[in-house]
């Protein structure tokens, strides 16, 4: 008798269904990465030789085999993103921004170094200078000095315009150190603004009897509202420039323009911008006692502290993660010291007997000898945030710190509307 094959027939829902079908829906299935690929995709982990996961995982479908999307997605950045101030004066700022990657970190870092833009002197008119002090190298030094002028309030001075009130801003430096009285030191306190231009006079060129002055101001710069209260000034007062020996005299006129870093760093409005991720000090066992006192001794940084838990009972806490600076110290060997060896004696004859002396090459050497591997290494665990950038902006005092994160804002804004405009 044959055997008789039975066959089912798949509908059209159950198609549908197998074929929508993904096992992380099952409740059984663990959601998200694990543990170790999650530390992976989150932080940097700092182990005693070198720090490991470097790299930022960019590729979207990196972890699409376990059900998590990292592709970039403006909801999720508008939802994580977060700048916090930590502190604010005239010339210091230091912020986190969180959820963010390292390359707009750094965009923002390269924009206030090279792209926004500040006043500083670009030419010297040099009267007389009998100073040690070389014509060149004096105006390099005037070049240096930073002007407290808000740029946004002035234009730039390209090659076919003439110097006026809107693009240029010059100052007055004549210092005279009379003969019999000590060396004199001249400082910025010494330039002096000229609100109404320039008063050096040119040459005349074919016999011309009106003369002309290096710069074309239609009205003063101190009418404006902007600085009739508040005139223009190095941004500090005390930067020196020379030093005059009796009888000698340094007279000029500085003409200061607007520029952007990129063309020379005269022109960057901060002294240094830089960004480092958030450290994280995690202690995987506690310390107690003795080693607790030698956890936080061992640390330059103080990051850690002891904790009184009460009946003479101490143990180390993380008091301070933020001033981590990964030296690794807490996870490096004890060290080392030097103890004395002696090379040893032999016995010599002699007439009439032996005698014993100290061997030759015998005297007291040293050797380093190493005072045992610390065992913190499974214990102290440190790491960097991804996404988490400490943003510290250093002004050189042209304008506050927060105006110049918002204006590299700007610029980074204009930067990708143009990348727009051109795809589109």
């Known amino acids: 008798m044959e055997s008789v094959e039975s066959r089912r027939i798949v509908t059209d829902e159950e198609k549908l269904e197998a074929k929508n079908f993904n096992i992380f829906d099952l409740p059984d299935v663990p959601k998200g990465l694990p543990p170790h690929l999650e530390l992976e995709r989150t932080r940097v982990v700092c182990k005693v030789d070198a ?16 059900g998590v999307d990292n592709s970039v997605n403006l909801e999720n950045f508008s939802e994580n993103f977060k700048v916090d101030v930590i502190s604010l004066t005239e010339t210091d700022m230091v912020f986190d921004m969180i959820g963010i990657p390292a390359g707009i970190a750094n965009a923002f870092r390269r924009i ?58 010059v100052f007055k430096l004549h210092v005279k150190c009379p003969k019999g009285d000590s060396r004199r030191k001249v400082l910025t306190s010494e330039l002096k603004w000229l609100p109404n231009g320039s008063e050096l006079l040119k040459e005349s060129a074919g016999g011309s009897t009106k003369q002309k002055t290096y710069t074309s101001f239609s009205r003063s710069q101190d009418s404006f509202p902007e600085f009739a209260d508040n005139p223009i000034t190095p941004s500090f007062q005390d930067i020196l420039l020379a030093k005059l020996g009796p009888g000698q005299e340094i007279e000029l006129e500085a003409h200061a323009v607007k520029g952007i870093g990129k063309t020379h760093a005269k022109w960057s409005p901060v002294a240094t911008a830089w960004y ?16 607790a006192e030698e956890l936080v001794k061992v640390c330059p940084k103080k990051v850690f502290d002891i904790e009184d838990m009460g009946q003479g009972r101490k143990r180390a806490t993380v008091a301070r993660p933020r001033d981590c600076s990964l030296c690794r110290e807490c996870l490096r ?58 943003f510290t902006i250093e002004s050189t005092g042209s304008q506050p710190p927060d105006v110049l994160f918002t204006e ?5 804004e204009d930067k990708c509307e143009r990348v727009i405009s051109e795809l589109s």
């Open 276 to 291: 480092r991720m958030l450290p994280e000090v995690i202690l995987l066992k506690e310390f107690k006692g003795k080693h």
């Open 112 to 169: 206030l170094l090279a792209e926004l833009p500040s006043m500083a002197i670009e030419k010297v008119f040099v009267v007389n200078n009998t100073s040690i002090v070389q014509d060149e190298v004096l105006a390099h030094r005037l070049g240096l000095v930073p002007i407290a002028a808000d740029p946004r309030l002035f234009e730039y001075l390209s090659e076919n315009d003439q110097p006026n009130e809107m693009n240029t801003i």
């Open 51 to 66: 720090p490991t996961h470097t790299t930022e995982t960019i590729y979207s479908g990196a972890y699409a085999f376990m």
């Open 408 to 412: 590299a804002v700007k610029v980074l």
């Open 333 to 390: 060997e004890g060290g080392e010291e030097v103890v004395p060896k002696k090379g040893g004696e032999e016995v010599v004859p002699k007439k009439g007997g032996e005698e014993v002396v100290p061997k030759k090459g015998g005297e007291e050497k040293a050797e380093v000898k190493s005072k045992g591997k610390r065992e913190w290494v499974d214990q102290v665990a440190l790491r960097r945030v991804r996404n988490h950038y400490i």
